[in-house]
T-cell receptor, first 114, second 118 residues
Framework: NAGVTQTPKFRILKIGQSMTLQCTQDMNHNYMYWYRQDPGMGLKLIYY???????DKGEVPNGYNVSRSTTEDFPLRLELAAPSQTSVYFC?????????????FGSGTRLTVV | AQKVTQAQTEISVVEKEDVTLDCVYE???????LFWYKQPPSGELVFLIR??????QNEISGRYSWNFQKSTSSFNFTITASQVVDSAVYFCALSEVYSGAGSYQLTFGKGTKLSVIP
């Protein structure tokens, strides 16, 4: 039972480069989320999806894009990396039935933009 | 809008001491869920507990206990007889059921870094 899988675990980008953070879950969860965690801060929501083909912005969406073509995958795209995007990124998913069933988090991607 | 405040940024205790981590939340919903997560130095998020707004019964699980009080909008977490392995960042989080445009997102506090000194 893999749960939520994030790749890569670590990445160093140069300013202006682009990359995609991958997130896959095998639990058939409709709801998926991308959070970022800055040092000394809690997690902030970047984007979320309530099902395949449906995405919406969270609290800090600028500089990011997402897509949800399948239930399993929810990639996060950085188009023009900036130092302010240096952070740890977490993907999460949960069943449609609501918070009572809890959220499953991936192990995170540590991104450094230099 | 929902908000979670963890006023304690860092706490240090000597091993075997008890420690309480404070969490205060704000929400306009009458139905919501509260969570505690642990983030050890390895970085992953470990789920500890979930509580719904209709269940104010306090809970004890081994050395962990939680005190949920709706009257003060608090959901505090106590570790009894702390151990070095408890050293981590602890996050309190809130999920509203009816608000948040249906996202059911988790709103996190900034976390409390607990250091247990041997």
């Amino acid at each position: 039972n893999a749960g939520v899988t994030q790749t890569p675990k670590f990445r160093i980008l140069k300013i202006g480069q682009s990359m995609t953070l991958q997130c896959t879950q095998d639990m058939n969860h409709n709801y998926m989320y991308w959070y970022r965690q800055d040092p000394g801060m809690g997690l902030k929501l970047i984007y979320y999806s309530v099902g395949a083909g449906i995405t919406d912005k969270g609290e800090v969406p600028n500089g990011y894009n997402v897509s949800r073509s399948t239930t399993e995958d929810f990639p996060l795209r950085l188009e023009l990396a900036a130092p302010s995007q240096t952070s740890v990124y977490f993907c999460a998913s949960r069943p449609e039935q609501g918070p009572i069933y809890g959220y499953t988090f991936g192990s995170g991607t540590r991104l450094t933009v230099v | 809008a929902q908000k979670v405040t963890q006023a304690q940024t860092e706490i240090s205790v000597v091993e075997k001491e008890d420690v309480t981590l404070d969490c205060v939340y704000e929400t306009r919903d009458t139905t919501y869920y509260l969570f505690w997560y642990k983030q050890p130095p390895s970085g992953e998020l470990v789920f500890l507990i979930r509580r719904n707004s209709f269940d104010e019964q306090n809970e004890i699980s081994g050395r962990y206990s939680w005190n949920f009080q709706k009257s003060t909008s608090s959901f505090n977490f106590t570790i009894t007889a702390s151990q070095v392995v408890d050293s981590a960042v602890y996050f309190c989080a809130l999920s509203e059921v009816y608000s948040g445009a249906g996202s059911y997102q988790l709103t996190f506090g900034k976390g409390t870094k607990l250091s247990v000194i041997p």
